[in-house]
Structure formats: C-alpha cells, structure tokens
C-alpha cells in the first residue's frame, strides 16, 4: 500500500462545475496536508494546507479533512479550464516536515 | 519562484561521470530537500537538509550526497551518473515544516 494514494484520472468536467479530488494517506501519525498544482512541464505550486478535521475554504478552493477516516479531499468550485492540471496530495510524514506526495490526479476542465 | 533558482536547468550527461545540480535561495529558510519526479513514481525525496551542515537521506538516496555549506545553497552529487538516474529534479525551501514548501523550477537530467 502505497503511503499517499490518489486516483490518477484524468477527471474529467464541464466548465462552472465542482471538481472533487480526493486522497488517502496510511500514517495515522501525520498532522498536517497539502494540495499543490502542477501544471505540465512547471513545479508544483502550493494552493492550500489544512490540518484540523473539518473544512478550509480559500476562495473556489476548499480544502476537506477527516483523520478518522484518514482521508483528504479538494473541491474546486466554478472549475475553469485553467484549472486544468495535475494535482497533488502531499502528507507531512510523522510530523517530520519530510512531504511524502501522491502520484496526482489529472484534471480536465472543458470549455 | 519566491526566491529558489536551480541550475542548470536542463543537463545531458553520460553514463558514469559525475553531475553536481545546484539549488541556492534568497529567503534564508532551515529547510531544504531534493526530490526527483518521475512517470508512475511521483515525487521522491532524495536528501533533505535541516540547516548548515545537517542532512539526512530520504526514500531513493542511493547514488546521491548532498552538502550544505551555508544556508543559501544545497547541493546535490550524482557520484556516478547511471541512466536510472534520469529525471526531473526539484529543490524545495521551507522556513516551516508545518507550512508546505516552496519548489524551484527544476532540472531536467538526461543521462545517456
């Protein structure tokens, strides 16, 4: 079982939906979790954090978490197409500040 | 990029010389690690650092050293470049470990 698990897509949706991203991680010690977005050929950028139970919410994003569960989600409201990219589950390991990332998944947002 | 350059930016080499990828940061941040990226593996950790002189290995060290001799750059050494080995680098600064880092805009290693 790999530590960070998302499904590679592509996620596929229509422009001015919601996308929903979603993560698992197996370290029930981690207390802290990221989404990063890479666009193709670019590094990966950094769009939330969360570490409390519950939701975070930074403009469209929000940002889901839910340790019981050990689970991570991101939702994207009013998708547009240049939120079309890959992106990335990252979970802080131990609490040692070493981010231990998923694979990604592939987002398409089509006009 | 927030104050993180790598170089060189792209890099052919051949198999069995040795390659030195330079990442150096203006923030004057602690932390700093090297990750490679590739299809199907994701981002890795390779070496992270911690402050000068403090380094520690991370998931697919072997065939990589790092040195941090002051707190703007880090190095990372392919001591003997195999073709395993090509890849895109990333380097990444932290001032806080609770609050993500930032990436550099990588180096992409071709090794022939």
């Known amino acids: 079982q790999k530590e960070v698990e998302q499904n590679s897509g592509p996620l596929s949706v229509p422009e001015g939906a919601i996308a929903s991203l979603n993560c698992t991680y197996s370290?029930?010690?981690?207390?802290?979790f990221f989404w990063y977005r890479q666009y193709s050929g670019k590094s990966p950028e950094l769009i939330m954090f969360?570490?409390?139970?519950g939701d975070k919410e930074d403009g469209r994003f929000t940002a889901q978490l839910n340790k019981a569960s050990q689970y991570v989600s991101l939702l994207i409201r009013d998708s547009q197409p240049s939120d079309s990219a890959t992106y990335l589950c990252?979970?802080?390991?131990?609490?040692?500040?070493?981010?231990?990332f998923g694979q990604g998944t592939t987002l398409q947002v089509k006009p | 990029d927030a104050g993180i350059t790598q170089s060189p930016r792209h890099k052919v080499t051949e198999t069995g010389t040795p390659v030195t990828l330079r990442c150096h940061q203006t923030?004057?941040?602690?932390?700093m690690y090297w990750y490679r990226q590739d299809p199907g593996h994701g981002l890795r950790l390779i070496h992270y650092s911690y402050g000068v002189k403090d380094t520690d290995k991370g998931e697919v060290s072997d065939g990589y050293s790092v040195s941090r001799s002051k707190t703007e750059d880090f190095l990372l050494t392919l001591e003997s470049a195999t073709s395993s080995q090509t890849s895109v680098y990333f380097c990444?600064?932290?001032?806080?470990?609770?609050?993500?880092?930032?990436f550099g805009s990588g180096t992409r290693l071709t090794v022939v």
């Open positions: 370290d029930r010690g981690s207390q802290s």
């Open positions: 969360i570490y409390s139970n």
């Open positions: 990444a600064i932290s001032e806080d470990r609770r609050y993500g880092y930032t």
């Open positions: 990252a979970v802080n390991k131990g609490n040692t500040g070493k981010l231990i």
């Open positions: 923030e004057n941040h602690r932390y």
